[in-house]
């Protein structure tokens, strides 16, 4: 039977154990417009905003925006924005409604409307989270790539925008010439240096609209790098049928989440911000040793997981987990060739922080699919694994393990899995990288250097090492014949 919709006239139904926002929604002004409105921002950025709002910092609204679907805001629209994060864990579950998005903006349907917000003077934070693909960047170089669809539209169409780039420069054009101040950004996606790589790609496409403006965004913006983690999986309808047993109304918009979050923020804004160290973030003055602990050890076990996981026909990263191989070969990684290329900062305690990892990892209640982590390859590789792999190679350190993660994508971007099942891969490049497969199908030494020149994801350095072409062709040629799930089994089951 149908229930209740969660709303405002609602929220007073839920049961006493979910905590809802007891503050005046009617006297919270936005302060934030966050482009890319996914289920990571709604379980992370506005779920620490939320507690700072119940504080009554009512200047830190957030105003958010959907680049390409109107599926969030159809969602969020008729519950007057409410939705709840569910953090689930092996041991329970605790439910908080977040009541800190005010609109929700679907930018292709009115590019003018998301554009107005963004230059209303009130707006002093503009934050995203567009995954590594909506920086329109060369992935290995990290400059903007002028090619880009999206781009060539934007630069043509300064009216109506596409990307969160064109959005950006338009904006902070509207600004400048209303005699208006800059705002701040801030990038929330899983990109090493992410603030640098945003105004690098910014003051690119700000050069091709106008020199004048170009100058006058530097002095005018900051752009802080951040290390976000929370694991978030996409919400399913089981999740929203659970959820809707337990609050007795439904919610289309709720997340799902770890119980675990961390946020480290560069201290490096330009007008004010919200004092999110008072919900649990970390301001500092040098994100880059955290970002680097993140991004090869979580991330990087993480797309080592998926792709052998989902080859070996595993649909979950928990069911991986499961595999006491898998488990090993996982511990394996942290320790050795991803845990040997980072430096801690002082007081980080990496053990820990790798038992946590595993821990994280074999959370049964969050259904945190091998595919949804596989998408998007040619964007996540270099900063999860290239990284550690060239320094283990400048150091002579081990690179089996990246050699065999390399070897499962090369596997699984060939779109046809180890029981000869058709995938369906997800990557903007992936029509060039299943070319290249079919292309060298025969020979696993030729595929693996056609893989090594391929310069958007591998640069121009790796294919000169013989060492890692070797390991490379190896872990094909034993893949190729025996299947990610017995080379797994072979080598890590003790
Ligand atoms: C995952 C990340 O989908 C992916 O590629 O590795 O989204 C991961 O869950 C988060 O970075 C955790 O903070």
Redesign the pocket.
């Known amino acids: 039977m149908s229930k209740k919709l969660l709303n405002r006239h609602t929220l007073n139904l839920l049961p006493d154990s979910v905590t809802i926002p007891d503050y005046d929604r009617n006297t919270i002004r936005a302060g934030i417009v966050h482009l890319g409105i996914g289920a990571?921002h709604r379980a992370h950025q506005a779920w620490y905003t939320e507690q700072l709002l119940v504080e009554g910092a009512s200047e830190w609204g957030i105003i958010a925006a959907s680049l390409r679907s109107p599926a969030v805001r159809d969602q969020l629209a008729p519950q007057d924005y409410l939705y709840s994060v569910a953090e689930k864990s092996n041991a329970g579950e605790k439910v908080r409604v977040i009541g800190c998005v005010q609109h929700v903006y679907v930018a292709p349907e009115n590019p003018g409307a998301l554009l107005e917000a963004m230059t209303d003077g009130e707006i002093r934070i503009v934050s995203l989270t567009i995954t590594e693909k909506g920086y329109c960047h060369d992935p290995a170089s990290g400059t903007l790539n002028l090619q880009h669809p999206d781009i060539q539209h934007d630069l043509a169409n300064p009216q109506s925008p596409k990307s969160a780039l064109g959005f950006i420069v338009y904006a902070l054009q509207a600004r400048m010439d209303k005699g208006l101040p800059g705002f701040t950004l801030l990038s929330c996606d899983?990109l090493p240096a992410n603030g640098k790589l945003l105004q690098r790609v910014l003051f690119e496409f700000a050069e091709q609209v106008d020199p004048d403006l170009a100058s006058w965004i530097k002095v005018n913006t900051r752009c802080p790098s951040t290390m976000?983690?929370?694991?978030?999986p996409a919400t399913t309808d089981t999740d929203r049928e659970a959820l809707e047993n337990m609050l007795g109304l439904r919610d289309n918009a709720a997340v799902v989440a770890e119980p675990f979050s961390q946020w480290v923020i560069e201290d490096n804004f330009l007008r004010g911000r919200p004092d999110w160290d008072r919900a649990g973030a970390t301001f500092v003055e040098d994100v880059e040793p955290y970002e680097l602990i993140?991004l090869r050890l979580?991330?990087g076990c993480?797309?080592l997981l998926a792709y052998s996981g989902y080859l070996a026909g595993f649909e979950t990263i928990a069911d991986v987990m499961a595999e006491p191989a898998f488990a090993a070969l996982a511990q394996h990684f942290l320790a050795t060739e991803a845990g040997t290329a980072v430096e801690a900062p002082r007081g980080f305690d990496l053990e820990k922080y790798r038992q946590q990892l595993l821990e994280r990892f074999s959370n049964r209640a969050l259904r945190?699919r091998t595919w949804?982590?596989a998408?998007d390859g040619s964007q996540?590789i270099p900063q999860r694994w290239l990284g550690t792999l060239r320094h283990q190679l400048a150091n002579g350190g081990p690179i089996d393990l990246l050699s065999f993660a390399l070897a499962c994508w090369i596997r699984y971007v060939s779109a046809v899995d180890d029981a000869g099942n058709t995938i369906e891969v997800s990557d903007p490049l992936a029509a060039d990288l299943k070319a290249l497969c079919d292309r060298h199908a025969d020979d696993t030494s030729e595929l693996t250097a056609a893989f090594l020149q391929f310069s958007a994801v591998f640069g121009a350095d790796l294919r000169q090492s013989e060492r890692l072409h070797s390991a490379l062709s190896g872990w094909l040629t034993r893949l190729k014949q025996h299947g990610v799930l017995t080379c797994v089994r072979t080598q890590f089951e003790k």
């Not at 976000?228 to 978030?232: E, H, P």
């Open positions: 990571f899983n976000i983690d929370r694991i978030v993140k979580l991330n993480h797309s945190h949804q982590i998408m996540k």
